[in-house]
Structure formats: structure tokens, C-alpha cells
């Protein structure tokens, strides 16, 4: 069977076109300047439907799966990855299997919109790879919980329109520390943290369009009919989709690469040394024919784990096996990018750089390397005792 249907090949195509015409020339303006994504742009990518990939036609949204989700964001993603990114904050589905009807008909089709992006606030300054650290609590207090407590990489949390938070809500037994955690889907004002949390964006070394914030909850007020699911239960809900968020990153990896692929075929084309142009020597077009092999083996795999998660097959070793591999390829890709460009290069002249920047970052969060390699390892070995 054929992968890329002809419908996928219309997204596909679409998503390359507009990612060419519209998010390149904002991304090349604004990543230099750690620019905020334009809300014309948002309000573009809402127009195709990109918010509500996953969502159901019943609310709203377009009614499709990871694979053409998975396709979408790596066309964004060539051009700027925090684009690429942003389309998950409507397609923010972490727990809504478990929304009740009441939830989903009052937040999906404005998620599918465009028109109520979300933040995820999970991680913390000692809880990152392991969720069960989780140390922000939520204490109940009449009809409402009381979450206090500090949270760490909440990207976008000033221009969302709702946070999904985290917290724990009961002590956990001994051996069993990731029950107790309970998961709030609380709304906020766009443009503003809400009341009784206090935070600041954190310098970053890249995956600029948006700030990502460290942040500090005192006695913020959440009501408890806000409580998503069952109290106790968030550590499962959290981890139900990281098969689709590990496959949307490989993605945004693969993405990254083909951009920096695509300049250097475009610069060594260009470039002139020695009275001919670079692509005529054997070192750089045997660079370009390994960095084109690595995406596409990049790829084929992530198509192959796309169609598991939309068949409903498990595949939490083959996502893992995806994202590692995807995210490792992406950055020695981007920095062969670099190389192919010689001093050009390292300016914030040439969009490679910034695709080098983006996937370093790949390689870290939804789960680093080490942790996918560990995931690879114990279903082929077993559970290690460390």
C-alpha cells in the first residue's frame, strides 16, 4: 500500500506551497529578531484547517490522523519549526479522550478554529523524563483546587488561551509514584498568565516565534468540574499520545533536514571556488547524497509508525526508534548544511543556521535520546534494573 495517497499528496503539497510563500520570508524576518509568530500567519494556518488535523469532524476539525498531521508539520517545519510546533496547540488532545461530551463541545471546534491554542504544563525544574517527580499540588478547597508549586518549559503560556496543568493532588504509594497526578485544563486570557501564577520566558538558544516560560503557581484557583478525567489519573493520560507526539517530532526533525538540504543544493549550486561551482566537487555532492539518504530513511520510517498509530497497532518502540533516529539525523544533516555553506553559514544570513539551532533542540525535548534508547532497549531486553 501506498503511503502518500493522492489525497496526501494534495496536504503534502499545499502544506510545501504555503510553508514557501507565507512562513519562510516571516521566518527569515522575525527568527533573527526571537520574533513572535505573527498572528496574520496563525490566522492563515487556521484558514487550511492546520489547528484541527486530529480533531473530529463532529467538532469541528478536518477528521484526520497522525499520518496527515505528520506530513503538515514537516512541510511547516522546513521553513520554521516553531510553525511547525504550533499547530499541536489546537490539535492539543493530551487527555481529551477522557474529556467528558459537555468539555469537548465547548473547547474542540474553537481548538479546530484556530481561535483557542493551548499550553502544557507538565515539566518541571526536577521532573522532566521522569513524570512521576511531579511535585506541584493542587489541594482541594470547596468546589475549587489551590495548585502551588513551580513548573519549568511551558512554552507558550503567555498567548495561550487555555493551560493544561499537571499537579499533584495526593500522595503517591510507596512503588507507585506516578499515581496521585491529576491533570486541570484551565482557561486564561490571551496575552497574559493567569491569576495567582507569576513567571518569566527563559533564554533559549533557539525555537523562537514563541517564548518558553518557567513559572511559579501560588494558590492559583482552578475549578474542580475543570479536572480532566479521573483525579489521580493524569501520569496515563499524559503518556497515552506520546506515540503521536514523538512521531509529530520526528516530523519537525525531518523537516529541519529537508531545509537544510534543500539551501545547500540551492547554495553549492551557486557558490563559485576555483572557477566552477562547488557542486561539481565530489566532497560536497557526496555530502548532499548522504544528508538526502539520512531523510528519507528518516522518513519512510516515520510514515511507518504513522500508519501504525492510525491503525490503531502499537508501536511505542517504533516511535521511539523514529524520533531517536529522526532528531540524530537532523542535526549532523544541519551542520553538514552549515559545512556546504563554509562562513556563510555561521550568519544569521542563511536559515541553515537556524534549522541547526531547531534541531538540537529535537534531540531533547518529548523525550531525549538517552530516554528512547532506553524505551528501544527494555522491549527488546526487558526491564533493566536501572
Not at 58 to 82: F, H
Not at 178 to 203: D, T
Not at 256 to 267: P, T, V
Not at 292 to 303: D, F, G, K, P, V
Request: proline share 3%.
Amino acid at each position: 500500500m501506498t503511503f502518500l495517497t493522492e489525497e496526501r499528496r494534495m496536504i503534502q503539497e499545499q502544506a510545501r506551497e504555503f510553508t514557501l510563500n507565507e512562513v519562510l520570508p516571516v521566518a527569515n524576518k522575525l527568527d533573527p529578531e526571537k520574533g513572535d509568530i505573527p498572528m496574520d500567519l496563525r490566522n492563515k494556518m487556521a484558514e487550511l484547517g492546520y489547528f484541527g488535523i486530529l480533531i473530529p469532524e463532529e467538532y469541528g476539525g478536518l477528521g484526520l490522523g497522525c499520518s496527515e498531521y505528520c506530513i503538515v508539520a514537516e512541510e511547516l517545519s522546513r521553513g520554521w519549526m516553531s510553525v511547525g510546533s504550533i499547530i499541536a496547540r489546537g490539535n492539543l488532545l493530551i487527555g481529551s479522550h477522557k474529556m467528558s461530551e459537555e468539555q469537548r463541545k465547548r473547547y474542540l471546534p474553537r481548538m479546530a478554529k484556530g481561535e483557542f491554542l493551548g499550553a502544557f504544563s507538565m515539566s518541571e525544574p526536577n521532573a522532566g523524563s521522569d513524570i512521576s517527580n511531579i511535585s506541584c499540588r493542587a489541594k482541594k478547597d470547596g468546589d475549587s483546587y489551590l495548585i502551588s508549586g513551580n513548573k519549568y518549559w511551558c512554552t507558550f503560556a503567555d498567548g495561550a488561551d487555555f493551560m493544561i496543568i499537571i499537579a499533584r493532588t495526593s500522595e503517591a504509594p510507596p512503588g507507585k509514584r506516578h499515581l496521585g497526578l491529576s491533570m486541570f485544563f484551565v482557561e486564561k486570557k490571551r496575552g497574559e498568565l493567569m491569576p495567582g501564577c507569576s513567571g518569566s520566558p527563559i533564554p533559549k538558544i533557539g525555537y523562537f516565534g514563541w517564548k518558553t516560560w518557567e513559572l511559579a503557581f501560588d494558590n492559583c484557583r482552578v475549578k474542580a468540574e475543570d479536572m480532566i478525567g479521573e483525579e489521580g489519573q493524569a501520569f496515563y493520560y499524559a503518556t497515552a499520545g506520546l506515540e503521536t507526539a514523538r512521531a509529530h517530532t520526528a516530523a519537525r526533525a525531518i523537516g529541519l533536514a529537508q531545509g537544510a538540504l534543500d539551501d545547500s543544493i540551492r547554495y553549492a549550486g551557486e557558490r563559485r571556488q576555483f572557477d566552477k561551482s562547488i557542486s561539481e566537487f565530489q566532497a560536497i555532492r557526496f555530502k548532499i547524497a548522504d544528508m538526502a539518504t539520512q531523510i528519507e530513511a528518516a522518513r519512510q520510517l516515520n510514515y511507518f509508525v504513522c500508519e501504525q498509530i492510525d491503525t490503531g497497532q502499537r508501536c511505542d518502540k517504533e516511535a521511539s526508534m523514529a524520533k531517536l533516529f529522526a532528531s540524530e539525523m537532523a542535526e549532523r544533516v544541519c551542520s553538514e548544511g552549515i559545512q556546504i555553506h563554509g562562513g556563510a553559514g555561521y550568519t544569521t544570513l542563511h536559515s541553515v543556521e537556524r534549522h541547526w539551532r531547531d534541531a538540537r533542540l529535537t534531540k531533547i525535548f518529548e523525550g531525549t535520546s538517552e530516554i528512547q534508547k532506553r524505551i528501544i532497549s527494555d522491549r527488546l531486553l526487558g526491564r533493566g534494573r536501572n
